[in-house]
């Protein structure tokens, strides 16, 4: 027989036997479960992951920085002001002097994105707009 620990309605352990409190349950029940009125729930499923954000190119980074009133000049200041001087600045200043694309999950994105006061929901909202484009 197995039987379920239920603290505050959430099933946190599950054991073969009884024991005083331990509830009688069925063998699909598992940690994480809900017990009310006398019935089991599993939990509601984990949230989707979200879709990875695409790559932009130089032309939809530019039209963003327009949408933003802003232009790649700031973008360079905020490089050099958020990177120690030296070869960091210079690989930071290429990386964005000379992308490709750009990725929403490279480490300088989130460095410019505090540096210039964006939240990474807003970053992500902007760029999801900005592959519209």
């Not at 029940?29 to 954000?53: K, R």
């Not at 990725?103 to 929901?121: E, W, Y």
């Amino acid at each position: 027989m197995r039987s379920a620990i239920v603290e505050n309605g959430v099933v946190t352990n599950v054991i073969i036997g009884q024991v005083d409190d331990s509830i009688t349950c069925g063998d699909d029940v598992a940690i994480g479960w809900t017990y009310d009125d006398g019935a089991f729930s599993p939990p509601p499923p984990p949230e989707p992951e979200p879709e990875p954000l695409p790559p932009l190119s130089p032309r939809q980074m530019g039209m963003m920085l327009v949408f933003l009133d802003m232009n790649e000049t700031d973008v360079e200041d905020a490089i050099v002001a958020t990177t120690i001087e030296g070869q960091e600045r210079d690989v930071a200043l290429v990386e964005w002097r000379k992308a490709a694309h750009y990725d929403r999950d490279h480490p300088l994105v989130d460095q410019l994105a505090a540096a210039m006061d964006f939240a990474p929901a807003e970053l992500d909202d902007l760029w999801r707009y900005a592959s519209t484009l």
